[in-house]
């Protein structure tokens, strides 16, 4: 069973930059198929980006496609997200999900295929 930490969330401007941490622990990192949640008051969560155990595929939603970059480093047990050119519209609660163990490469992007969640990191940007 693996235990998800998320950090790095703020308060930042329209245009600006931020990056994602979410830090595994009691479980091996690699064994994952990890991805990026997000969610606004009164809206559905919403898929963000996934990225393969292995990290080599990743894959996003068009909202975030050129502007969010998704990766992971297995030795650290550690996955990122590096959001640039944020907009107003991506304030939310982000969260980092991990399903497995698996030692397939698929990519999930539905929030009902991840088995463990953290507890979330509140993005706010200002217009």
């Known amino acids: 069973q693996v235990q998800l930490v998320e950090s790095g969330g703020g308060l930042v401007q329209a245009g600006g930059s931020l990056r994602l941490s979410c830090v595994g622990s009691?479980?091996?990192?690699?064994?994952?198929?990890m991805g990026w949640f997000r969610q606004s008051p009164g809206k559905e969560r919403e898929f963000v980006a996934t990225i393969s155990r292995t990290g080599v595929t990743p894959y996003y939603a068009d909202s975030v496609k050129g502007r969010f970059t998704i990766s992971r480093d297995n030795a650290k047990s550690t996955m990122y997200l590096q959001m640039n050119s944020l907009r107003p519209e991506d304030t939310a609660v982000y969260y980092c999900g991990a399903r497995g163990p698996t030692y397939r490469s698929t990519l999930y992007s539905q929030e009902s295929d991840y088995n463990y969640w953290g507890q979330g990191t509140q993005v706010t940007v200002s217009s």
């Open positions: 009691g479980g091996s990192f690699s064994i994952y198929a």
